[in-house]
């Protein structure tokens, strides 16, 4: 059995990171190119409808994610801490309960939804050209959200003991196969937005199957049993606790997308909810890498917090913000560069293509600052500190971009919403700054950050 865990507290920082983040990186990106193969496919055999249709969809899914993240957050950061103070029943016990939780709130979320399904597609912002398509798409992927939760909450479980080639594979093999039979249904079998949602929840279950059977088959330090899978409430607590970041990022997310796609709808009607929808798709997976960062990072600093190598976390985080900036800098430039070129891969109508290139130009403007962003949260969350991880995951989202799309458009119309983004993005930098500078500056006394955070309470 091979031992991952003893290494996040020995082996060199950055070559550690690098193991870790690497294949976490990749394996991201893979997954997202079902993301962009399923857009680009209905874009292209069906329609900027359909793509509208994915879009309002999306924040469904969104939801489903913040419930896998949530857990896998907690759940991958009680493993870590608990393996690098010795803990080794304490970790089984959290990789059960995470097991369990996420299986049974995904199928509680989906039958729930499923009831509602027309009424919420209202409600999500659909269009009537829309709504036929969100209908189809939701139906199938509600059904399978089981598979599609466990297979996220699972890829955190397993890279907390420090084993990120697993994970890789898992998501690597469903997001592959996810792009194929994305090609078949949809450009073969006409399957529309109905096959799109099929080859996501066809490939997430082969995904979780395989998570399933290494654990089954003892290729992990740790092992799932009967008796861990037995909801523990203070577990749950504090799983929901450390991932409240997570959390309530990813439902403001969701939130902020159907409040985004109402206003679309008001204001650009269709074409701009395709368009958008396109934009977010794209920043998603253009960003991909600096989340594989935090993902390679977040191991170490629980780790190295459980064993109180503060100094060495230290190290992790400073080493994440210069990698995700320079990142960050890339990005932008390039959508700068070329914002027609990127529309081009997943619309043929020239008149929703030209609606997102003015639109990314403007949302490009203050996106160099959002990778020090993504770093503060994760090390937050990996230190098991919910409050700053929560304000930060909601300041964003809530408190500045859904005030700045109500207000803006009422002056300027729709360049108003575009231009909430820069705004929001640039005010929350300034506060994540702040946020970040005490917790580096605990690291480099040797303090415990918690006590440094309560002190300034």
């Known amino acids: 059995m091979p031992d991952y865990s003893s290494r996040l507290g020995t082996e060199r920082v950055s070559t550690l990171l690098t193991r870790l983040a690497a294949p976490a990186t990749a394996a991201l990106l893979v997954n997202a190119a079902y993301n962009l193969a399923d857009t680009a496919a ?29 857990i896998g957050i907690g759940g991958a950061s009680i493993i870590s801490r608990s393996l690098g103070a010795g803990d080794r029943d304490r970790a089984e016990l959290g990789l059960g309960n995470a097991v369990s939780l996420s299986l049974g709130l995904s199928a509680i979320v989906a039958i729930a939804c499923l009831v509602l399904i027309r009424s919420a597609a209202h409600v999500l912002g659909a269009t009537p050209e829309a709504l036929p398509h969100v209908v189809d798409y939701l139906t199938v992927i509600l059904i399978g959200s089981p598979f599609f939760v466990f297979s996220m909450t699972g890829n955190f479980l397993v890279r907390a003991e420090g084993d990120a080639r697993t994970a890789m594979i898992a998501m690597a093999a469903g997001s592959g196969l996810n792009i194929v039979l994305d090609l078949a249904f949809i450009g073969y079998y006409s399957m529309g937005t109905r096959g799109a949602a099929l080859a996501t929840i066809i490939a997430q279950g082969i995904a979780a199957i395989y998570i399933g059977l290494h654990y089954r088959r003892g290729k992990s330090e740790l092992r799932i049993r009967l008796r861990d899978l037995k909801p523990r409430w203070e577990l749950a607590v504090e799983m929901f606790r450390i991932g409240s970041g997570s959390f309530a990022r990813m439902v403001a997310g969701s939130f902020a997308v159907v409040f985004l796609n109402r206003s679309l709808g008001f204001y650009g009607g269709t074409p701009a909810i395709a368009a958008y929808g396109v934009i977010n798709r794209l920043f998603m997976v253009l960003f991909l890498p600096m989340f594989g960062v935090i993902q390679g990072m977040m191991p170490i600093v629980g780790y190295s917090y459980g064993a109180g190598l503060m100094p060495r976390a230290r190290e992790a985080v400073r080493l994440s913000i210069w990698i995700t900036t320079a990142f960050s800098v890339l990005v932008s430039a390039l959508l700068l560069l070329f914002p027609h070129g990127f529309m081009r891969i997943f619309l043929r109508d020239p008149e929703v293509v030209a609606l997102g290139a003015r639109a990314i130009r403007i949302i490009v403007i203050a996106l160099p ?89």
């Open 42 to 70: 209905l874009g292209y055999w069906v329609g900027s409808e359909a793509v509208a249709g994915l879009a309002v969809s999306f924040s469904v899914q969104i939801f489903l994610m913040a419930i896998a993240q949530t």
């Open 369 to 457: 600052t959002v990778g020090f962003q993504i770093v503060a949260g994760g090390m937050y969350q990996a230190l098991g500190h919910a409050l700053p991880a929560f304000i930060l995951a909601v300041l964003r989202q809530v408190i500045l971009l859904i005030p700045l799309v109500f207000i803006l458009p009422r002056f300027i119309g729709l360049p108003g919403i575009w231009t909430a983004f820069p705004i929001a993005d640039g005010l929350a930098a300034v506060v994540t700054a702040v946020l970040m500078a005490r917790l580096l500056k605990a690291f480099r006394a040797g303090i415990d950050p918690r006590a440094v955070d309560s002190s300034n309470s």
